[in-house]
């Protein structure tokens, strides 16, 4: 068995707001004079115990109040990146939420700023990078046009869309303007699809939002059809078992369909998607993953799943420097 503390790995699902550690948010709530509803730091961990995905949410969203100006973002990603290279990430592609502070008033440049900065620091220690601007699937479709004209004037930072938050009663098809608009922008795109959502909402995500990627997908298994679509045309999946169980996706490890994962060719990662999921570490994550076998593990820093070129990939696999 390789060991995964040493193993390179690539992170590929990993929402950048979702790795606010308590302290951190205590902290920058203190900075920020922001009032928290927890009494402390064993509060905030105690309301990590989630009944579904919108009972995540609501957690989620209340912790984002502490991020208002580019320090904190920038603190924010510091972070989670200095975490993760100690955890041997070589290279992880960041989903950030604009929606989720733009309604609060703060300032797009603040977001993308302090996010970019630290993404840029971590490339001179080892750790690549790509952001993937997420909208937010249950606000209109005319919120994330007006989200996408803001992050025109910063292609240089952000590499990608996606799509995420609520997804039942929010199809792709509410976003097929906006992404391809995006598209045609430059952007390359991914899309959440299949977490809670039917098979029919990845299929819309491939056919009407040109998804190069779809992030969860566990429900393309109830559709034949369906799973020879990925595989035939390479699709990855960027596939969290740890988020499907503690937000009740699946009931159990041993429902989480482990071993026809191991048959598709179209899972080839096991990400962790929000570390205020536990288990907060990327290598107890992959250690305890059903999808992690020997097979899985060769190829995970060379996951086909990213957006990285193949040489960029394979550079990955080269010893790391010295955690710092
Ligand atoms: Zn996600």
């Known amino acids: 068995?390789?060991?995964?503390?040493?193993?390179?790995?690539?992170?590929?699902?990993?929402?950048?707001?979702?790795?606010?550690?308590?302290?951190?948010?205590?902290?920058?709530?203190?900075?920020?004079?922001?009032?928290?509803?927890?009494?402390?730091?064993?509060?905030?961990?105690?309301?990590?115990?989630?009944?579904?995905?919108?009972?995540?949410?609501?957690?989620?969203?209340?912790?984002?109040?502490?991020?208002?100006?580019?320090?904190?973002?920038?603190?924010?990603?510091?972070?989670?990146?200095?975490?993760a290279r100690a955890q041997g990430v070589r290279h992880v592609e960041v989903f950030f939420d604009p929606q989720t502070h733009i309604q609060r008033g703060v300032r797009f440049d603040a977001v993308v700023g302090g996010i970019g900065r630290a993404l840029t620091e971590a490339r001179g220690q080892g750790v690549t990078s790509q952001l993937i601007m997420c909208f937010l699937r249950d606000l209109p479709a005319d919120d994330a046009m007006a989200t996408l004209e803001q992050s025109l004037a910063?292609?240089?930072?952000?590499?990608?869309?996606?799509?995420?938050?609520?997804?039942?009663?929010?199809?792709?098809?509410?976003?097929?303007?906006?992404?391809?608009?995006?598209?045609?922008?430059?952007?390359?795109?991914?899309?959440?699809?299949?977490?809670?959502?039917p098979p029919d909402y990845i299929w819309q995500a491939l056919d009407l939002l040109g998804a190069e990627r779809i992030d969860h997908g566990v429900r393309c298994l109830e559709d034949r059809s369906l799973v020879r679509r990925l595989e035939a045309d390479r699709i990855p999946l960027t596939v969290c078992p740890f988020s499907n169980v503690k937000l009740r996706v699946v009931e159990t490890w041993e429902r989480s369909s482990s071993t026809r994962w191991r048959t598709c060719s179209s899972t080839d990662c096991a990400s962790r998607s929000t570390p205020m999921i536990p288990p907060t570490s990327a290598v107890t994550s992959a250690r305890t993953s059903p999808t992690w076998q020997e097979p899985c593990a060769s190829t995970t820093a060379r996951s086909s799943s990213s957006l990285a070129t193949a040489s960029k990939r394979r550079s990955w696999m080269t010893p790391p420097g010295p955690a710092t």
């Open 1 to 83: 068995m390789i060991d995964p503390l040493t193993l390179p790995k690539a992170e590929l699902h990993l929402h950048i707001e979702g790795t606010l550690e308590p302290e951190l948010m205590f902290e920058l709530a203190r900075r920020n004079g922001v009032s928290l509803p927890y009494a402390d730091t064993d509060a905030v961990r105690r309301a990590y115990r989630f009944g579904n995905l919108q009972s995540f949410l609501d957690v989620y969203y209340r912790a984002c109040s502490v991020l208002i100006h580019e320090r904190d973002f920038y603190e924010l990603t510091i972070a989670y990146l200095n975490r």
């Open 154 to 197: 910063h292609r240089d930072v952000i590499f990608g869309v996606g799509l995420d938050s609520a997804e039942v009663g929010n199809p792709p098809r509410k976003f097929r303007e906006v992404f391809e608009r995006a598209v045609s922008a430059g952007f390359r795109a991914v899309a959440h699809a299949g977490e809670e959502g």
